[in-house]
């Protein structure tokens, strides 16, 4: 099998994928972008490092699977187990981050219904 630069090619691309990923929430966690909090940072972080590290180091997984007791090569699963893992925790993420966000502006809108000044002004 074909390796650019000593990896094979999956190595290439989960690693190159990986770390645009870290990248990204780096950026939009650092600019302050609405959506990106310090969880889903560490969560990214966490999920995407792991994978690139299981690409890189897949001997790794096969001391995890003698250590655990399975026998055979484990890295597919152990891929794709993160993979999916990553995609129910930012789902769960990003709904709960919206619930939030949802809850902060019917606080605000009920803390402006309530207000004296906001009273005032409609019975003029």
Do not use: C
């Amino acid at each position: 099998m074909k390796t650019i630069l000593g990896l094979h090619m999956y190595q290439f691309i989960v690693v190159s994928l990986s770390t645009t990923m870290i990248f990204f929430g780096l950026k939009k966690f650092f600019s302050g972008q609405q959506g990106q909090s310090l969880l889903k940072l560490t969560v990214r972080i966490i999920v995407w490092g792991g994978m690139a590290t299981v690409a890189l180091f897949p001997q790794l997984t096969n001391k995890l699977a003698d250590i655990i007791g399975l026998e055979g090569n484990i890295n597919a699963v152990i891929l794709t187990g993160f993979l999916l893992v990553f995609l129910i925790i930012f789902k769960i993420l990003s709904v709960v981050e919206r619930i939030e966000q949802h809850i902060s502006d019917l606080t605000r809108q009920q803390a402006l219904d309530e207000s004296p000044v906001t009273k005032h002004k409609q019975q003029d």
